[in-house]
Nanobody, 125 residues
């Protein structure tokens, strides 16, 4: 059974940093895209970042570009999201996701096959 488990969320002041982790078990995703999404109360789930399994440059949402960095460790089957210069509008539940396809870099949540349970990130002003 495939499981994705996020960790690292919490409460931080504006301008601060957090590092989210997403550990996968049940199968390896070395050649698969791993993505991060977020959902604020009353809003739709939105794309944050994706990293492919093919060495392609990661893709970021414009709202986080230059502040967030996605990375992966295929040995540990883990993907990370380093978040810096956090703003109150970054407050949301953050979800990691994995795609069964290879050579893909999807930015739509409907393209992903596996999801974590989410971790809350709250940025105070």
């Amino acid at each position: 059974q495939v499981q994705l488990v996020e960790s690292g969320g919490g409460l931080v002041q504006a301008g601060g940093s957090l590092r989210l982790s997403c550990a996968a078990s049940g199968r390896t995703f070395s050649n698969n895209a791993r993505g991060w999404f977020r959902q604020a109360p009353g809003k739709q789930r939105e794309f944050v970042a994706v990293i492919g399994g093919n060495g392609a440059r990661p893709i970021y949402a414009d709202s986080v570009k230059g502040r967030f960095t996605i990375s992966r460790n295929n040995v540990d089957n883990t993907v990370y999201l380093q978040m810096s210069e956090l703003k109150p509008e970054d407050t949301a539940v953050y979800y990691c996701a994995a795609d069964r396809g290879i050579l893909t870099m999807p930015t739509s949540p409907g393209r992903y096959d596996y999801w974590g349970q989410g971790t809350q990130v709250t940025v105070s002003s």
